[in-house]
């Protein structure tokens, strides 16, 4: 097994466009699994989102990055799935995003800003939330550098609020904001079982794909989608909590672990530009089960997407 860097000491500014600076604190003692490239010579970039500012169940996925990279140093680096090895790929992890409580507009738009200036320098981006909401900003984040970007959720919810609790920003409106951003038919949505009768008939009406099979689901994406250029989205919860049970919002009747990452695979020969994990609550966690997953989908998908793994 590798760690990552080990200790990181000191702070990062990352200023978006309209003059927001979000600060990438990087005092964690655990980086992710073999992230010890600099900034400027990453091919890979994962950077922590930290809110849960309008979780509504079972708050506690701002803890959620640093668990997941505190997990990923129980992987190996090497992927017999894929013959690839993290050791292949210089991946740097700048922590965490300094967001503040109470302010969600500010928090987004600090989130934007930082991934803009990832996207910028051309490295392969991975947030680690966080909440669902974290999505959306680097979603314009992502179509400001890519005008014909698609969108792929991995969810068990459909996430197609118009509002929810009077709020039109929040973990359950974050697929219907997002699809203002790309168009609705550029959203792809996959192991979708839990929603509003309202939101299901928008989804079969108005989104690429709205699927409940992630196997079935990641074959129709991958036979839509061609060259576009792709942000992945995977929310744990997709999985069923059997497998894992850290998470804000669980849902019985899920895939396995293993089904997720088979469906992630099929996805191996998109332009997949960046890509999330979210809703990962260590805090109804049972032991690292969940933590452990998401490191997991992470590794994966830099090996899978990150065009220097190939």
Request: glycine share 10%; charged share 25%.
């Amino acid at each position: 097994m590798q760690a990552g860097s080990g200790a990181r000491a000191g702070v990062r500014a990352l200023r978006g466009e309209r003059g927001a600076t979000a600060v990438a604190s990087s005092f964690s003692r655990i980086a992710f699994l073999a992230s010890g490239a600099t900034e400027h010579k990453a091919a890979a970039i994962i950077l922590g989102a930290p809110f849960d500012g309008t979780t509504s169940f079972q708050p506690g996925t701002r803890f959620g990055p640093n668990k997941i990279r505190e997990a990923s140093i129980g992987l190996e680096t090497y992927s017999p799935a894929l013959d690839r090895s993290l050791e292949h790929v210089a991946i740097c992890d700048l922590g965490d995003l300094e967001l503040p409580f109470g302010d969600v507009p500010e928090a987004l738009e600090m989130i934007e800003g930082a991934l803009r200036q990832v996207l910028a320098g051309g490295a392969f981006a991975v947030l680690l939330g966080g909440e669902h909401l974290v999505t959306l900003p680097a979603v314009r984040a992502c179509q400001s550098v890519y005008r014909d970007l698609a969108v792929v959720q991995f969810d068990a919810h459909a996430d197609l609020r118009e509002e929810y609790l009077g709020q039109e920003d929040s973990h359950a409106t974050v697929m219907r904001r997002a699809g203002e951003v790309v168009g609705p038919d550029s959203v792809f949505q996959v192991g979708i079982r839990s929603g509003t009768r309202e939101e299901f008939a928008f989804g079969r009406a108005r989104s690429g794909a709205f699927v409940q099979d992630v196997l079935e689901g990641a074959r129709t994406v991958a036979e839509r989608l061609g060259d576009r250029p792709v942000y992945l989205t995977v929310d744990i919860d997709v999985v069923d909590p059997a497998f894992a049970p850290g998470t804000g919002t669980p849902e019985p009747g899920g895939c396995t672990s293993a089904e997720l990452l088979e469906a992630l695979a099929e996805l191996v020969d998109l332009n997949v530009v960046a890509m999330d994990v979210v809703e990962v609550n260590p805090m109804v966690d049972v032991g690292f089960t969940t933590s452990i997953l998401a490191a997991k989908v992470v590794r994966e998908g830099i090996l899978m997407y990150e065009k220097q793994a190939r």
